[in-house]
């Protein structure tokens, strides 16, 4: 299998997606990008200073005040009936001696300027056709499209999300639990705006959460059981508004819906290496959490900047360059994913938990961090994954 298409073919088109594919293109590699045309991402990304500095460095972004919005206070209210419940906690950017955490970004917006940079390169190629289907040999992978084309080469990106059918048909080992949460998301306009506050109500379910979205506009993330959302969801707006009022604890006055609202079921899902064989995984077809501590795609971004380490330190010239890339992607991810996958993990189940010993922890947790400067500064660094 000598006579490829491309150097590398991205699968998914994602924000990972695009992100990756214009990585490897301003990498030198001729590259092909599957993506299809998709429903609106709805969801918005708090991402962490390091994600949009590397945003900004890689022309995937302008000056981030253009499209997002700064983050700097992070605001903790235990909404518990528990017995054992924390403090109210501030966390304070300029206690970390930065302007902002980071940023929030409608996912749409996002899309539009990445698909704009990616646009620019000419060694980058996108088609709207999906993968069908996948083999690979010791020279590289032969991918059959939707539509019969088929296309080859040695470097097969998988950026298509939590179903990945690269990662299936390649055969990587994952494990996955599927909770019986959701996520409900919508925007909202607030008679008292958050200024750069998000705002995050722990309730025994999971978090309630907004997110500023400039002026007075707030992102909601709210967490709950599924039959929960849903029923939300189904109420008469009005109705609908009480609810968020109530769960809000009328701290922000008026409150009125800015858009429809839009339910993501909640799920885990790692894999035991995200790379082998000239085959690399980014993105959710590598590893998802819930929503909680913005950590998804800041974790795609670092996938997609350790590809392209991996890819600068390769030699191109030399048969089986892709192989050896995707173990040494691979060895460079297996950290980070696994010390953030059981970061998010932990913390999620210890907002769930209703066992005493847990709740002392967590509320044990909180008091040392709101005490405890030292503390902080080390979550900042573990939250915004310099550790
Ligand atoms: C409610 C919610 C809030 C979140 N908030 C944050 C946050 O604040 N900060 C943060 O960092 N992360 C956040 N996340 C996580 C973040 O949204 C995801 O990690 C990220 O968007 C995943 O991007 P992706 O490109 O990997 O996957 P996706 O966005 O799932 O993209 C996969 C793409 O692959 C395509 N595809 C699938 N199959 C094929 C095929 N056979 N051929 C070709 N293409 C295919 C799909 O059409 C899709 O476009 C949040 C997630 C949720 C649910």
């Known amino acids: 299998m000598t006579d490829f298409d491309a150097d590398a073919i991205v699968v998914g088109g994602g924000l990972t997606g695009i992100a990756a594919a214009i990585a490897l293109a301003q990498s030198g590699l001729q590259t092909i990008h599957l993506a299809p045309e998709a429903p609106p991402d709805h969801r918005t990304s708090a991402l962490m200073q ?33 017995l054992l419940r924390a403090p109210e906690t501030l966390f304070d950017a300029a206690e970390a001696g930065l302007d902002a955490f980071g940023w929030n970004f409608a996912n749409i917006r996002l899309t539009d300027s990445f698909q704009t940079a990616a646009r620019a390169l000419p060694n980058l190629t996108t088609r709207p056709t999906a993968l069908a289907s996948l083999t690979t040999n010791s020279e590289g992978s032969l991918l059959t499209l939707t539509d019969g084309t088929q296309l080859r080469a040695p470097l097969v990106v998988g950026a298509d999300g939590k179903k990945s059918s690269v990662r299936a048909t390649a055969g990587f080992a994952v494990h996955e639990h599927n909770f019986s949460q959701a996520a409900l998301v919508c925007d909202l306009t607030l008679g ?8 995050e109500f722990h309730y ?5 959460t907004l997110v500023p979205a400039g002026g007075n506009r707030a992102n909601l993330v709210w967490i709950d059981d599924l039959a929960v959302l849903k029923q939300a969801q189904s109420l008469a707006p009005e109705a609908f508004i009480a609810t968020l009022l109530e769960k809000s604890q009328r701290l922000f006055g008026a409150v009125a819906l800015a858009t429809p609202s839009f339910i993501f079921p909640l799920s885990t899902l790692t894999v035991d290496r ?5 085959i690399v995984l980014v993105g959710e077809a590598a590893h998802a959490f819930p929503p909680i501590g913005a950590q998804g795609l800041n974790l795609g971004l670092r996938d997609v900047a350790d590809l392209s380490a991996a890819l600068a330190s390769i030699d191109r ?6 192989a050896r890339l995707s173990t040494d992607y691979a060895r460079r991810r297996a950290a980070d994913l696994k010390r953030t996958g059981s970061m ?20 044990g947790g909180l008091w040392a961090l709101k005490l405890s400067p030292a503390l902080r500064k080390q979550a900042f660094g573990l939250g915004m994954g310099q550790l």
């Open 204 to 208: 025994p379910q999971g978090p309630f």
């Open 50 to 82: 390091p994600s949009v500095s590397y945003l900004t460095g890689a022309g995937l972004i302008g000056a981030p005040g253009q499209i997002g919005h700064p983050l700097t206070q992070i605001r903790i209210i235990d909404a518990t009936p528990r």
């Open 344 to 363: 998010v993990d932990t913390l999620f189940r210890s907002l769930l938990q209703e066992m005493l010993p847990a709740q002392a922890l967590r509320a």
């Open 274 to 278: 995200a790379g082998a064989d000239g």
């Open 317 to 322: 010239t030399q048969p089986g360059w892709a």
């Open 192 to 199: 008292r705006p958050l200024g750069g506050t998000s705002v």
